[in-house]
């Protein structure tokens, strides 16, 4: 199968999950209806196009600390609190994905590595211990990093949904805590630029979803998050084609795995 093509049921479940949004008025990406009901339009099989209302606003210049502030890091995470809420009394008709259905986790890589398949299997034993209520567990962003949301004039708004699946609430945000912790330096103030940032997501988050029963589990999904990462890079990377800088990152992230360490260099929590 080629994986490039993404399924006409899974772009559905997109679509569907979207419009769910757009109803209970959360700031969005919305899907453009081409004909009677229709989001999907044929090209030849199995290729097909959706088109996307236009989004006002830009993506957030971290550099440019009028905008890379507390203030968007709350939007940031009221957005995605918000998001939680909705899941949490959304009732689907085309399902997305469980965690255990993504596609990193069939890669033929994690099998020929004995490190790869020891880490997964251990996360794996661990998740069918986890609770999976409505307060902790639903159909989050997947993805939601500083490039995958707009803003303009103080609203944010969020866009591609294609990761979205049913995972727990607190991995999504330790998938923020964990991209923002990527563009900060590592030295000194790294703990300190981070806990700020922690800080000020989840003061957003709790006008978006109050119930934030699960918080103590972040910093476990931050280091899983680390571990996805390296299996993305080592799934999707051509060794060939890798610069130096690259490959001494992903030496790193590899021996960090190994040694069981906080791949934020400290505990979140």
């Known amino acids: 199968m080629d994986h490039t093509v993404v399924p006409r049921e899974h772009t559905l479940s997109e679509m569907e999950w979207l419009n769910y949004l757009q109803e209970s008025e959360v700031s969005a990406i919305r899907p453009l209806c081409l004909e009677s009901g229709k989001y999907i339009c ?5 290729f097909y196009y959706i088109l996307f209302h236009k989004v006002k606003g830009t993506y957030v210049n971290r550099e440019d600390k009028t905008v890379w502030n507390p203030l968007v890091f709350e939007h940031w ?8 809420s909705c899941a949490r009394s959304y009732q689907a008709v085309h399902p997305r994905p469980h965690w255990q259905e993504n ?8 099998e020929t590595d004995p490190l790869l398949t ?10 069918s211990r986890l609770g999976t209520s409505g307060n902790e567990f639903g159909l ?5 990093h500083p490039h995958n949301f707009l803003l303009h004039d103080g609203t944010l708004t969020v866009i591609d949904f294609g990761d979205a699946e049913y995972h727990w609430f607190a991995y999504d945000i330790a998938i923020a805590v964990y991209h923002m912790a990527q563009t900060v330096p590592e030295d000194a103030g790294k703990k300190d630029a981070v806990l700020a940032f922690y800080h000020a997501f989840m003061k957003g988050y709790r006008r978006g979803n109050a ?6 589990q972040i910093g476990y999904f931050i280091d899983y998050r680390n571990l996805y990462s390296y299996t993305y890079h080592m799934v999707h990377s051509d060794p060939g084609t890798l610069t130096e800088g690259q490959k001494v990152y992903l030496a790193r992230m590899r021996r ?14």
């Open 211 to 216: 119930d934030t029963g699960f918080t103590a």
């Open 77 to 84: 995470g009221e957005a995605m609190g918000r998001l939680h």
């Open 118 to 127: 020891q880490k997964w299997k251990v996360y794996q034993e661990e998740f």
């Open 42 to 46: 044929p090209v030849s099989e199995p």
């Open 256 to 269: 960090t795995i190994e040694a069981g360490e906080p791949c934020l260099g400290f505990r979140l929590l």
């Open 103 to 110: 596609i990193i986790l069939l890669a033929e890589r994690i």
């Open 140 to 144: 989050i962003h997947g993805d939601l």
